[in-house]
């Protein structure tokens, strides 16, 4: 018999993709989420759903209360990083407090695993790269900050209590379901290949690139985009893996591919020009950003099936053109 899985924030990007890789693999998935973020019509019908708040302890005794699970996959968090500079608290009492408050039901429950999503945003500015496992952990803003404090909080729980548990450090997400049906939909969106594809549609009057004077062959940034449905199966594999192993890992390709080469694969992708506006640098952005993902191999026994950034694009190119939410 599988797992049953609790899902929390299964309702958003990343997390519906993860609902859905479950559940096609068999195991039973309960999903919690506040849906302040999250989409309901992104939630897999096969699925239970629960409106849950992690903020509210009464509403996480009740989920754990009436539908028992044996491991949990945590993605429920605010994740815009210029709002977590200017609204700090908001970040740490929703990502930090909300998670605290989400290990003291699994506590009161007796349940001891959970999988959760972090980020390379705990490692601050690449001292080398790829960045791998070993990397100082040194976050340049309070979103970065607010993960790297649960995975610590992690490792103390494991020492006192024995949770079992497996941080997952993404690069850039990117793409959609295979089918088109679910995708990335945020409000505002702020991730380059989305922003890309809508000003190509006309939806947005351009896109701003950020400095063209960056130390990489065509002088923009550089990110490793790795495809939720590459992630989703991370997790699965992580949550098989918990028990024999504790700790982080990364999740990237390993490939990095600059803004420029983004555009030119979007424009590839649809047959359409992409209106570009190229501006100043912004404060903090890297040259390059991009994983060591040799771990993830090892450890996980994952292997990326999207390495290709136009196959990633044509994904997210087929959502666009057939949004549902």
Partial sequence: MKQ???????????????????LDNGYPVVVADNL??????AVDSRATFVHADLLDPDSLDLL???????????????????ESVTEP?????????????????MRAHRVKKIVFSSTCATYGEPLYTPIDEKHSQNPINPYGRTKLMIEQ????????????????????????????TIGE????????????????????????????DYDTPDGTCIRDYIHVEDLALAHRLAVEKLGTYNGCINLGTGIGTSVKEIITAAEEVSGKKCPTQYVERRAG??????ANNTKAKEVLGWQPKYTRIKDIIQTAWNWELNRKY
Avoid at 64 to 82: E, I, L, M, T
Avoid at 89 to 99: A, I, P, Q, S
Avoid at 198 to 212: N, P, S, Y
Avoid at 285 to 290: E, H, I
């Fill in 64 to 82: 754990f209360k009436n539908h028992p699970v044996d491991a949990v996959v945590h993605f429920a968090a605010f994740a815009y990083v210029g």
């Fill in 36 to 41: 302040i973020y999250g989409h309901r019509e």
């Fill in 89 to 105: 608290e908001k970040y740490y009492y929703n990502n930090v407090m909300g998670t605290v408050n989400l290990l003291r039901a």
């Fill in 185 to 212: 939909s945020h409000s505002p969106e702020t991730h380059l290949i989305p922003l890309v594809l809508q000003a190509i549609k006309g939806e947005r009057k351009d896109i701003k690139v950020f400095g063209t």
């Fill in 285 to 290: 952005d890297p040259a390059r950003l991009f």
């Fill in 4 to 22: 049953r899985v609790l899902v929390v924030g299964g309702a958003g990007y990343i997390g519906s993709h993860t609902v859905r890789h479950f």
């Fill in 153 to 180: 909080i992690f490792a103390d729980y494991e020492r006192a209590y024995g949770l079992e548990h497996i941080s997952l450090r993404y690069f850039n997400a990117a793409g959609a379901s295979a089918d088109g």
